[in-house]
């Protein structure tokens, strides 16, 4: 009944429900708050923001999840973070600006900004700080890892501890480096050919395929911004980057005399085309927005490829693929050096984790060896290396950590 009170006593806080959570908390709430859309300039308007509560307990730590996209998943009774019971912690989950059920009313890009999705964070840390008493912790997984950092390079002082998974700094909406890493992940050379030779069968084959590819276009309503030839490159292009990102069996790839058949299958499961279609950038067009602005994405090197491919060459790709012909939209690299210079200098603590193939650690942040800092490299990780899942020498440098930092004991799982 107090957190209800306290809830219901918050004039920005606009709605409030009380939803089943996971048995570890007392009680589960889900909220919405009222944010300004600039925080420059609070004329501009407000937007609810979509934020859960799961309590635990007045004193204890507070786990400030800061999704990068959108918070569905915190709606389900299931849910608990890893950290949450390691942590004996209270769950905040807050919904990225601009995402699911955080829209604004009417849409402004211009106030899509990393400055301003940080200090959304801060005001929900502000304003729970009002009630719990613990220690702070923040993180989030890829996306919200960044997000995670975004905010503690922006408000150092609103957590006591960060702890980003898989969070990329990239350099460039086309950033290069995570070709040269795919190219090059150690001790696959045979993997890495077995890609290759996958790619170039299904260019050979593109006079069959293609029509396989409009059948399957047809019957999910998928439109694109680009010619079918030119979606069946970006899949083959996009096929080595998501096979390493999800740790796919280079086992499961069809042979050189696999059937067409066989090969449309596969490509269609890893990466499929939905990411390229204009359905599938409806929820995440403000993830595009954001990559163009401030967070840059990836390059595709089409070099090795040009032979069979029908595009010249896959440069400035991103804008054509992903973003509305009416958007122009400046990359600002200052953001991305501000994050850089703050991890090089703070002293505040942080910890990284990385799997050692995922294509995403190509542009991982570079972190000084210093006691305030923990970097973790999971050995042939990929994008869902968590601590649980971390040799245990590895899970014992995290945990070592939190306990020194957080002055807590964690009970091994």
């Known amino acids: 009944a107090q957190l209800e009170q306290f809830l219901k006593s918050q ?33 501009k308007g407000f937007f609810l923001q979509r934020v859960f509560v799961a309590d635990r307990g007045k ?42 059920k955080s829209y604004p009313d ?94 170039i069968q299904v260019l050979k084959n593109r006079d069959k395929i293609i029509p396989k590819l409009e059948e399957y276009s047809k019957q999910k309503n998928y439109t694109f911004y680009v010619s079918i030839d030119e979606v069946l490159d970006y899949c083959v292009l996009e096929f080595p980057f998501a096979f390493w990102q ?16 066989e090969m449309f299958t596969y490509l269609m499961k890893v990466p499929g085309p939905t990411y390229f279609t204009i359905q599938g ?11 163009a602005r401030e967070l840059g994405y990836y390059a595709y090197d089409s070099k090795p490829l040009k032979k069979y491919l029908s595009i010249k060459s896959a440069k400035n790709y991103f804008p054509k693929l992903y973003l509305p012909k009416d958007l122009n939209i400046e990359y600002v690299k200052e953001t991305a050096l501000r994050v850089k210079k703050f991890i090089q200098t703070t002293d505040k603590e942080m910890i990284f984790i990385y799997g050692e193939f995922d294509p995403w650690s ?32 590895q899970k014992k440098q995290v945990i070592d950590k939190l306990e020194e930092w957080l002055k807590i004991s964690i009970a091994p799982n």
């Open 362 to 393: 190509a542009s991982a942040f570079e972190v000084p060896q210093k006691p305030n800092l923990l970097k973790v490299v999971k050995p042939r990780g990929s994008h869902s290396s968590r601590i649980g899942n971390l040799p245990p020498e």
């Open 59 to 100: 004193e204890n730590a507070v786990l400030l999840i800061t999704e990068g996209y959108g918070a569905n998943y915190a709606a389900s009774p299931r849910y608990l973070n890893e950290l949450t019971p390691m942590l004996n912690s209270n769950q905040i989950c807050v919904e990225h600006r601009y995402f699911e």
């Open 11 to 43: 004039p920005e806080i606009k709605a409030i429900e009380k939803i089943p959570g996971n048995d570890f908390f007392n009680e589960t709430w889900k909220i919405m708050v009222r944010q300004p859309l600039d925080y420059a300039d609070t004329t």
């Open 281 to 291: 950038k409806e929820g995440y067009l403000s993830f595009f927005v954001q990559a």
């Open 106 to 199: 009417s849409i402004n890009w211009d106030f899509l900004t990393v400055a301003n999705a940080a200090a959304d964070h801060h005001a929900i840390v502000e304003l729970f700080k009002k009630y719990y008493s613990g220690k702070w912790i923040n993180t989030g997984i890829s996306k919200g890892g960044q997000t995670a950092v975004y905010h503690r390079t922006y408000y150092p002082d609103d957590v006591d501890v960060t702890v980003a998974y898989v969070a990329p700094l990239n350099f460039a909406v086309e950033d290069e480096r995570h070709e040269k890493f795919i190219q090059n992940i150690p001790g696959t050379k045979d993997d890495r050919e077995k890609i290759r030779l996958f790619q």
């Open 246 to 261: 999800w740790g796919k069996s280079p086992a499961e790839i069809p042979s050189e005399t696999a059937g067409v058949d």
